[in-house]
């Protein structure tokens, strides 16, 4: 909300009051809506890869401790990092 109070005769003070965003921004941010999508039928997926020449099959699981990081940059993408012995 934007508003404005009167300072003097001839100057307007504008005041800006966010409390009504933020408390919608906080809210949705703790029940967010989730995204629902069902599951395709096997069958038409199958019929999508009829005829194929190529397939492939990914380990997603652990494919992101796979890839090589530069020297220099493994300090820096580590998630947790340990000052001391546990």
């Not at 809210?27 to 967010?32: F, Q, T």
């Amino acid at each position: 909300m934007l508003s404005s109070h009167k300072k003097a005769p001839d100057h307007l003070q504008w005041c800006w009051c966010g409390r009504k965003i933020e408390a919608g921004v906080t809210a949705s941010a703790r029940s967010p809506k989730k995204d629902v999508y069902p599951l395709p039928r096997i069958g038409n997926t199958l019929d999508c890869l009829r005829g194929a020449q190529y397939f492939s099959s990914k380990d997603l699981h652990s494919g992101y401790w796979q890839i090589e990081v530069d020297e220099a940059y493994r300090g820096k993408n580590r998630i947790h990092h340990q000052r001391r012995a546990p």
